[in-house]
């Protein structure tokens, strides 16, 4: 190797750890292994990457070395890097999709709580309704804008039984002047009466007084 060996390491610029092992090999070979390590990446498939073996005499290997390994261990930087990358948005993916879930998980259950609290509501309602309470089933419906899913069968509801406790004013006065003129009549009738019954009183004491 060459005064330039560590420039030229510089030179492949590369992401991660650089392990060379050299070993003697038969007939003057030597044998250069190059592993290329990034602890940063998560992903366990990087460990699937073989190191890269090279060998040679001395001389061959101060020739060709860097020119072997160059694309190599380039490539393998790249894909370590990717890998990481990878995993990052990977893991970014998982916790964007704990939220959600999360999200969803909590508007299910608020609307099984308000379907619940709607449900109550409106058998209470029903309770009241078949005992005749018919105000206070009214007073019971549930306020629309709480539960905007039921607004509708809400108002329908509330419109129904309003009409079955509300006093039909017109037909109300109707029947009390109906009651005042009967009651009318009957006082009528009854003073007339009462004037007859001093004539026929007197009559009956003139034949009394005759026969005398």
């Not at 390590?37 to 005499?57: H, V, W």
């Not at 990977?90 to 508007?107: G, I, P, W, Y």
Request: glycine fraction near 4%; hydrophobic fraction near 35%.
């Amino acid at each position: 190797m060459n005064a330039n060996f560590f420039n030229q390491i510089a030179a492949l610029n590369i992401t991660g750890d650089l392990h060379l092992t050299i070993s003697k090999g038969a007939e003057s070979n030597m044998i250069v292994s190059v592993m290329l390590q990034n602890e940063q990446c998560a992903d366990s498939a990087k460990r699937l990457i073989p190191p890269f073996n090279l060998r040679g005499t001395a001389r061959e290997l101060d020739a060709g070395f860097f020119e072997k390994i160059t694309t190599p261990l380039q490539t393998a930087s790249g894909l370590m890097v990717n890998m990481e990358a990878f995993m990052k948005q990977l893991e970014e993916a998982k916790k964007q999709s704990a939220m959600v879930k999360e999200k969803a998980d909590k508007e299910k259950k608020a609307k099984e709580e308000r379907e619940k609290k709607y449900k109550e509501a409106m058998q209470k309602v029903d309770e009241l309704e078949k005992e005749g309470k018919f105000k206070d089933a009214w007073m019971k419906v549930p306020d629309p804008s709480v539960f905007p899913e039921q607004a509708e069968t809400i108002r329908k509801r509330k419109s129904l039984l309003s009409g079955k406790f509300v006093p039909d004013l017109f037909g109300a006065d109707e029947k009390v002047a109906a009651k005042e003129a009967q009651a009318e009549e009957t006082d009528l009738n009854e003073n007339q009466e009462n004037e007859e019954t001093p004539d026929d009183d007197r009559d009956n004491w003139d034949d009394d007084n005759e026969a005398e």
